[in-house]
């Protein structure tokens, strides 16, 4: 997003003030297109006649008042590079928002995956059952079903004991 800046101490710029309205609106508004067309403060002859509310008498005014300066193919702005961002600026603001953007989808598609493990955790468990079985049953002649016969740690919930103390050793309630 590109954005024209009309800094505070233009209240108090006595080149500004003695405009005419219709100059300040000129002046105005060939700043926003300036930035926006990433022209660096340069407007050409050609190019006055796009900018709204802007004709070349108040381009004669603004270079009076040294808002603007006179240049051969067009005119210059003078305080343009103090005020406003350059077009490298804004392209360099452009590509980090595409890095942003792509960094954004890849972290969202990562919690999007970790959210679709947690959500099927039961899935997971008989995916673990499933490894335990064949790293500890093939070639040994068991069925596709061994894994019921196996205790494991879901299943079998009467081997599991809860522990009697907590990690620090201290006894937990009802032991």
């Known amino acids: 997003m590109t954005d024209a800046r009309h800094p505070e101490r233009w209240l108090n710029d006595r080149r500004i003030q003695q405009l005419s309205s219709e100059a300040f609106f000129a002046f105005s508004n060939a700043l926003l297109w300036s930035v926006s067309n990433r022209t660096d403060g340069i407007i050409k002859h050609a190019d006055l ?3 709204p509310r802007c004709k070349s008498g108040h381009a004669d005014e603004l270079v009076e008042s040294k808002l603007w300066k006179q240049r051969r193919d067009g005119w210059l702005i003078v305080d ?4 406003q961002r ?9 590509k980090y928002r595409e890095r942003e953007r792509e960094r954004v989808a890849r972290v969202r598609a990562y919690k999007r995956e ?3 493990v947690s959500e099927f955790d039961d899935l997971n468990v008989r995916t673990d059952v499933r490894a335990y079985e064949r790293t500890d049953c093939i070639g040994q002649g068991f069925t596709q079903d061994a894994w019921k016969k196996k205790p494991n740690y879901v299943s079998d919930t009467a081997a599991f004991e809860p522990p009697a103390v907590d990690p620090d050793g201290f006894p937990l309630d009802g032991a």
């Open 80 to 83: 343009y590079r103090a005020t």
């Open 114 to 116: 970790q959210s679709q």
């Open 86 to 94: 350059s077009r490298k600026q804004l392209e360099n603001d452009d």
């Open 49 to 51: 006649e796009l900018i």
